[in-house]
């Protein structure tokens, strides 16, 4: 984004939602930086100043404001090729750090070279990754001391510092407070069994539609749709750690926010954790750019997202068993495969009892036992096939995959063509432009029995076809 002056200080003024997380305004008369929406007085514009990124304009000497909390501001979708690099790189240092190994084994995993990757992400964000990584730290210890109830030493540890002495000295150097101050400042606190973060969007935002959506979809025991909150259990792998819990997830009425509420034992893989409601829920969504591409398309249905995947091999499984059947079918399919491969877990809604297989507990099995389940053989090979090159890394099913060569890769895979290829790259891995268009329900909305001539009619969508296909589906349904 250009960060013109005068535009971003008028959208400062108007507190325009559209631009609440594009860009941060620090304010050189109290040394506070603030998101665009910040209710507090509106600065003189002689003593603004903007940044592209939190991190930016804490490297600025700016220390984030306690009203508005920068650390709730909603991510940014793009379909621009360096922009979802540096983006990609970003989730992967929110999420998991940079592990001992730099920036070099980020820029492997992403396919291209480190000083690349540098130069993409300082023009993305206008710091180094190292410095946008200590910023995140910070943030996200400052959102745990604020949200709950976890002791400063577990604060730290879950924040991604390893020594509680690094923790308390950045802290206080960078926002003039020591950790236990803040928590004294602010006084509010999560259910002591439980922890709550808001997670922020910009609207208007489909609740309904998206909860419709998914409801067709959950996997029994792992998810479910109850009272209008999202629930699943929740399985995240992080080395040889395997942390496992539930979450709810439900709107917050007019504020612009979903409220996620979070079982303890999930306390030391937040970072991942969050990143993924994110995902699954689209927070990074644009509408308002969404809805001038698609123009009368879009206008029965605003805000209507993309859900993402909470995690990304389930959703290549679930898209597997869907060939040729109907939703409720794969719906029935995946429940199975969930309980035959699962693992068990507590959790306090009825509904919730299994926790869906990774890659790995899968890749060792014999086809047969999948077959056994109800599945056609040669769907049964497909998922083994699938497990095996997921489990191994050869395959990655998240945002910020290069989506070529991962489109390619799987429809390498036996079984995989180019339907669920765009179907897994719509929701795994977040591609806003994917377009499956041989689905029956997209050819049935456009008129259509040629998948070719349907994907030379939503040539006028682009970039944002995946949100087409969405509003084509509810016109004439599928996925």
């Known amino acids: 984004m250009n960060l013109d002056p005068d535009t971003c200080y008028r959208a400062v003024s108007a507190r325009d939602a559209r631009f609440d997380g594009r860009f941060f305004v620090g304010v050189t008369s109290t040394g506070v930086y603030c998101r665009p929406v910040c209710r507090v007085k509106t600065p003189m514009k002689k003593n603004c100043r903007f940044f592209v990124s939190a991190a930016a304009a804490e490297a600025a000497g700016f220390r984030p404001c306690l009203r508005c909390r920068p650390e709730l501001a909603p991510g940014n979708a793009s379909v621009d090729a360096n922009a979802r690099l540096a983006q990609a790189a970003a989730g992967m240092i929110e999420t998991e750090g940079l592990n001992g190994s730099g920036v070099e084994a980020i820029a ?82 999560a259910q002591p069994d439980a922890l709550a973060f808001e997670l922020a969007y910009r609207p208007p935002y489909d609740w309904e539609g998206l909860c419709a959506f998914l409801a067709q ?17 929740v399985r995240i792998d992080e080395g040889e750690t395997r942390h496992v819990g539930w979450i709810e997830v439900r709107p917050a009425g007019r504020k612009p926010v979903l409220r996620v509420r979070v079982s303890a034992s999930l306390a030391k893989a937040i970072p991942a954790l969050l990143a993924r409601v994110r995902h699954l829920m689209d927070l990074a969504c644009h509408p308002d750019e969404v809805a001038s591409a698609l123009g009368p398309l879009a206008a029965r249905h605003p805000g209507c997202r993309v859900p993402g995947a909470f995690d990304g091999y389930e959703v290549a499984v679930r898209a597997i068993l869907g060939q040729q059947v109907s939703v409720a079918s794969a719906r029935t399919l995946a429940t199975r495969f969930a309980e035959r491969f699962g693992a068990s877990v507590d959790t306090p809604f009825a509904s919730l009892t299994t926790l869906f297989p990774a890659a790995g507990d899968v890749a060792d ?42 489109l390619a890769q799987l429809e390498a895979l036996p079984g995989i063509g180019d339907w669920t290829a765009q179907y897994i790259a719509m929701r795994a891995l977040a591609w806003p432009d994917a377009f499956p268009a041989s689905d029956l329900g997209v050819l049935r909305a456009l008129r259509e029995k040629s998948p070719k001539r349907a994907a030379a009619a939503a040539e006028r969508w682009r970039p944002w076809r995946a949100y087409a296909v969405m509003h084509l589906w509810r016109n004439g349904g599928g996925g």
């Open 108 to 189: 492997r995993r992403l396919g291209v070279s480190g000083r690349h990757l540098r130069r993409v992400f300082e023009g993305e964000f206008g710091v180094a990754p190292i410095d946008f990584l200590q910023t995140q730290r910070l943030l996200l210890a400052k959102r745990l001391l604020t949200d709950t109830r976890l002791r400063v030493t577990e604060v730290a540890l879950a924040s991604g510092f390893g020594s509680l002495r690094r923790f308390h000295a950045l802290f206080r150097s960078r926002y003039r407070l020591n950790p236990r101050e803040l928590r004294r400042t602010v006084g509010r606190a």
């Open 217 to 233: 979809r959950t996997i029994g025991g792992v998810e479910a749709i109850e009272e209008g909150r999202y629930r699943r259990t």
């Open 365 to 406: 099995v014999r086809a047969g036992a999948i077959a056994r389940l109800g599945v056609i053989g040669a769907r049964a090979r497909s998922i083994l096939a699938l497990s095996k090159a997921a489990s191994s890394g050869r395959v990655a099913l998240r945002p910020g995959a290069d989506v070529e060569t991962t």
